[in-house]
């Protein structure tokens, strides 16, 4: 699990930086992907506040308290099953999108012309590292 994980780290590094550098060096990934997909119901500054959020059954929560109401640590793993969502039990029964889910389909999409021929597991963990980042810095300290 521990060389999982980092070997995810260096993919996240690579792909952060080989980005950056195709790109541009100032542009914050984590920050776009969070306000592309999770700013809707959870708010640009992450405190729950989005467009969307009162058309659901469940408020979002503000996701800057997260390292307060855990003794000063963000929940790192608890957060990335949240939002990878392969540990919920039942369909249905909640009202956040299951990231994982969606990450697969539309990289699938993105990556048509490779055929299959990525790493499809690697990228979605990117992508939520990426996001876990972000949500750290955005931690009311
Ligand atoms: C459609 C609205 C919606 C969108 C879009 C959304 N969320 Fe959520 N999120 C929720 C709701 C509602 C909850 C509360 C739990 C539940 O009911 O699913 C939640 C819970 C969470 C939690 C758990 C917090 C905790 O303490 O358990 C995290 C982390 C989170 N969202 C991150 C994200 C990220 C990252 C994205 C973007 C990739 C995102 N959310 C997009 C609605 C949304």
């Known amino acids: 699990m521990k060389s999982a994980t980092m070997k995810v780290s260096c993919l ?21 992907e969070f306000e592309a997909n999770c700013a809707s119901c959870h708010g ?12 659901l059954r469940v408020s979002p929560p503000d996701l800057t308290q997260l390292a307060k109401k855990n003794q000063g640590i963000v929940p790192m793993n608890r957060l990335y099953e949240v939002i990878e ?6 369909h249905g029964t909640r009202d956040m999108p299951i990231w994982g889910r969606e990450y ?38």
């Not at 996240?12 to 776009?32: I, P």
């Not at 969502?85 to 039942?90: I, K, L, N, S």
């Open 44 to 55: 640009l500054d992450g405190r729950g506040n989005g467009a969307l959020g009162n058309l």
């Open 85 to 90: 969502g392969g540990t919920v039990a039942a």
């Open 12 to 32: 996240v590094l690579a792909l952060c930086s080989g980005l950056a550098f195709a790109q541009s060096s100032k542009t914050d990934w984590g920050k776009r």
């Open 104 to 141: 697969r389909i539309e990289d699938a999409e993105n990556l048509k012309e490779a055929r299959g021929n990525y790493d499809a597991v690697a990228l979605v963990r990117a992508r939520i590292l990426l996001l876990l980042e972000y949500i750290n810095r955005l931690q009311a300290r």
